[in-house]
């Protein structure tokens, strides 16, 4: 396996904009000033984390897309799924905020559509700004929906149609908390119930039919 650092690329300028900032300010006699950007490059470095994971080999597994708490499991309508349970994470401030490919698959479609920016643990945050990434498996379809928050104002995606996901592999992230949705066939054993925590790549929340 490659080595890298194990920051999400997007973090970087935030972790080093803030810490060139409190260089310059400490290089010039000002000590106390630059403490609060000593304190957000730190901050910055926690929240970029993005740790490498081994990813388990679970037959017709539906991994979790992100680290958090779940909110719900529901049934759902989704365009592309059809009939569906919804599961939806809410990731904290504290959370690692990458998102990965619940299944290995075929990027079908990428849709991002504007929208407000309640908190994501509402229940109307489906109305949020958010990405739509609709993946065709061996086995089934799956839909995965990054929901920007209320501080959470900038979602990244890295894929586009036509690209194709390892389950577990890394596809985008969303800033400073935040909800992802996750669309699978309804009939699926979904193994998760509100409050559970989940970890991104690694728990399998469901299996496929």
Not at 74 to 86: I, K, L
Request: aromatic residues 6%.
């Amino acid at each position: 396996m490659e080595r890298r650092l194990p920051i999400a690329r997007e973090g970087w300028p935030f972790i080093l904009g803030s810490a060139a900032i409190a260089v310059g300010l400490r290089l010039t006699g000002h000590r106390r000033l630059a403490l609060p950007f000593w304190a957000a490059s730190l901050a910055s470095l926690g929240f970029f984390r993005d740790p490498e994971r081994e990813i388990p080999a679970v037959a017709n597994g539906v991994l979790a897309p992100a680290d958090g708490r779940v909110l719900g499991v529901e049934d759902a309508v989704d365009p592309f799924v059809g009939p569906s349970t919804r599961v939806s994470i809410f990731l904290s401030p504290l959370d690692v905020h990458v998102n990965r490919a619940p299944i290995a698959g075929l990027v079908v479609d990428v849709i991002y559509t504007p929208g407000h920016f309640v908190a994501a643990y509402d229940p109307d945050a489906g109305d949020n700004e958010r990405c739509a990434v609709r993946l065709q498996g061996d086995a089934a379809r799956v839909t995965v929906v990054q929901i920007a928050g209320v501080v959470a104002r900038r979602i990244v995606c890295r894929v586009g149609s036509g690209d194709k996901l390892a389950a577990g592999e890394r596809f985008g992230m969303i800033r400073f908390g935040s909800r992802t949705d996750c669309y699978v066939p309804r009939g699926s054993d979904v193994r998760v119930r509100p409050g559970d925590r989940v970890i991104g790549g690694i728990t399998v929340i469901g299996l496929l039919p």
